[in-house]
């Protein structure tokens, strides 16, 4: 993995083999930045990245300026690379060991984005709770957006905050905003 902008541009971060991860892509990555390029200035929001995995996301953006940022993931290998990694760069990345779901439930916190990237072999209930549980909860700023990566076997298009889905290769970017009524 590499991060493909700003101050760690081509930076390689080489996590463990053994991990049960399958980071974005690079090609898919960079188009997803360019769209969130053109709607927010990268150091004045935050993000929550979970299922963060070996923190990819998370990582690119930090690299583009913004300083708050938190990862989730329960593995503890993908823990200890992302703390480890976030360590060496100086990053200040908050790294939670914790199931996504229970996270989503507990928090207090607000994020102007939401980025999950669950298993590609999720049952369609488990992507709709991600969504509900952002919504429900109301963890999104205002402006704020949620994008959930999957396959594009998956269909989330019928959930009222549905607003878009971006497909690249063999992976679907779904974008889920705040209904104003």
Same mark, same amino acid.
């Given at each position: $993995?590499?991060?493909?902008?700003? &101050?760690?541009?081509?930076?390689?971060?080489?996590? !463990?083999?053994?991990?049960?991860?399958? !980071?974005?892509?690079? $090609?898919? &990555?960079?188009? %997803?930045?360019?769209?969130?390029?053109?709607?927010?200035?990268?150091? *004045?929001?935050?993000?929550?990245?979970?299922?963060?995995? #070996?923190?990819?996301?998370?990582?690119?953006?930090?690299?583009?300026?913004? +300083? *708050? #940022?938190?990862?989730? /993931?329960?593995?503890?290998?993908?823990?200890?690379? %992302?703390?480890? @990694? /976030?360590?060496? %760069?100086?990053?200040?990345? *908050?790294?939670v060991k914790s199931d996504a779901y229970s996270f989503l439930e507990k928090t207090n916190s607000k994020f102007d984005v939401v980025f999950a990237d669950p298993p590609y072999d999720f049952p369609q209930e488990k992507f709709q709770k991600i969504v509900d549980l952002v919504f429900d909860h109301k963890l999104l700023n205002?402006?704020?957006? %949620?994008?959930?990566?999957?396959?594009?076997?998956? /269909?989330?298009? +019928?959930? !009222? @905050?549905?607003?878009?889905? &971006?497909?690249?290769?063999?992976?679907?970017?779904?974008?889920?905003?705040?209904?104003?009524?």
């Amino acid at each position: $993995m590499r991060i493909i902008s700003g &101050k760690y541009k081509s930076r390689r971060l080489n996590a !463990p083999n053994n991990l049960p991860v399958r !980071p974005t892509t690079d $090609m898919a &990555k960079e188009a %997803l930045f360019n769209i969130l390029n053109n709607r927010y200035y990268f150091n *004045q929001i935050s993000v929550l990245d979970i299922f963060a995995g #070996i923190g990819s996301i998370g990582f690119e953006f930090a690299s583009r300026g913004s +300083q *708050q #940022i938190t990862c989730v /993931d329960l593995h503890k290998g993908c823990i200890r690379f %992302l703390e480890k @990694t /976030d360590n060496e %760069l100086g990053l200040g990345i *908050q790294v939670v060991k914790s199931d996504a779901y229970s996270f989503l439930e507990k928090t207090n916190s607000k994020f102007d984005v939401v980025f999950a990237d669950p298993p590609y072999d999720f049952p369609q209930e488990k992507f709709q709770k991600i969504v509900d549980l952002v919504f429900d909860h109301k963890l999104l700023n205002e402006n704020g957006i %949620l994008i959930v990566e999957h396959s594009k076997k998956t /269909d989330l298009s +019928q959930s !009222p @905050t549905f607003e878009k889905s &971006k497909k690249y290769g063999n992976n679907v970017f779904s974008f889920f905003e705040i209904i104003n009524s």
